[in-house]
């Protein structure tokens, strides 16, 4: 059986980084409710953050998307994170907002799109040299609507070319994470569409580049614990966006479509290592808030993820390798089972209420006042948005 007292550790030690475009407001393509007390700045979103990490004590960390979070000083913005027990962390590019990017960013037939795309890239290592951040995160939303619109091959040459510039301009500490996503905003061909391709590229490009796994680019029915299993064993996964999915990219709270599939991919984690802080496997979350209070459905997804994690911690790991070994599938199907099937949320309260925490993350949110006093105090100037 698993040592508890190691399994507690493991909870109180694991990390989860917010996405600071969830404190935002966000939509669909049709419609976006903003909510009273939303950030208007990068700095109001750290405020918040900091109100998740007070409330979780796992979430020191907050991933930023430029330009969503552009300002005129990082280092400053890394002190006013600092100064509340946060640290910024991945840095997301964007090369999906501008005209010139309507064919593609670093695939672009045109070497002067390319170049500006290139140099975006570049300036979000130097922002990283200013945070002190570790990671950049890329999504390329470069692909193809239309058969022979362009040459699949020389895109891939292109895409290799601008990430090897990129990649020579990392420091010694820090790393690159490629994104992959099957579909959309291209839907004929797309340049990074799946793990393997990224990680052909992270292969050739060396030891600072790796596969995030955004679980909400995948296919309807794709084995994503599969892939984090061949990519750790690989040394090439660098970290994860956490999302739900009920049908595309629908960026929901994480646990809340399939939570027997987040427990499925952190046991993969777990099995392999992944969980220990030294590998550098980031659990980020990336999604959006629509219809949802956006603080406390942040609180619920790190604790969605603590609770499959608890659970995957749980797996008598002994007892699964004899069944196996046996060729016991009903037995080695029943271990798994057992630890899914746990309540580990009184597990959960008592490891933070050793933290000093409160057990209920989402009720000592509620009766802080922080909600109604943001909805008071932030008014007036431009609330920020998904791509504001
Ligand atoms: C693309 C994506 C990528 C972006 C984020 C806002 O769908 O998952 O990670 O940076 O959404
Ligand atoms: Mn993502
Ligand atoms: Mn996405």
Known sequence: MPDITA???????????????????SGTRFKVFAQPGVPRTPREKLDDAAKVHEFTGITPRVSLHIPWDK?????????HAKDRGLELGAINSNTFQDDDYKLGSVCH?????RRKAVAHLLECVDI?????????KLWFADGTNYPGQDDVAARQDRLAEALRAVY???????????????????FYTTDVPDWG???????KLGEKAQVVVDTGHHAPGTNIEFIVAV?????????????????ADDDLMVGAA??????????????????????GVAFMLDQCHNVEAKIPAIIRSVMNVQEATAKALLVDAEALAAAQAEGDVLAANAVLMDAYNTDVRPLLAEVREEKGLNPDPVAAYRADGWQERIAAERVGGEQAGWGA
Not at 109 to 113: G, K, W
Request: charged share 25%; glycine share 10%; with cysteine.
């Open 7 to 25: 399994v507690k550790a493991a909870l109180a030690g694991q990390r989860v980084e917010t996405p600071s475009w969830g404190y935002g407001n």
């Open 71 to 79: 300002v005129d000083d990082y280092a400053a913005l890394a002190v």
């Open 109 to 113: 037939p045109d070497a002067a799109v």
């Open 128 to 136: 990283m040299d200013a945070t002190g951040s570790r990671d950049l």
């Open 168 to 186: 020579e301009r990392l420091g010694e500490d820090q790393r690159m994470l490629l994104e992959y996503k099957f579909f959309e905003p291209a």
């Open 197 to 203: 391709t990224a990680y052909a590229h992270c292969l």
């Open 231 to 247: 990519l750790l064993r690989e040394g090439k996964l660098g970290g994860f966006d956490f999302n739900s999915r009920f049908y």
């Open 258 to 279: 399939d939570p027997f599939q987040i427990f499925r991919i952190l046991h993969e984690v777990i099995k392999n290592g992944g969980l220990d802080p030294a590998t």
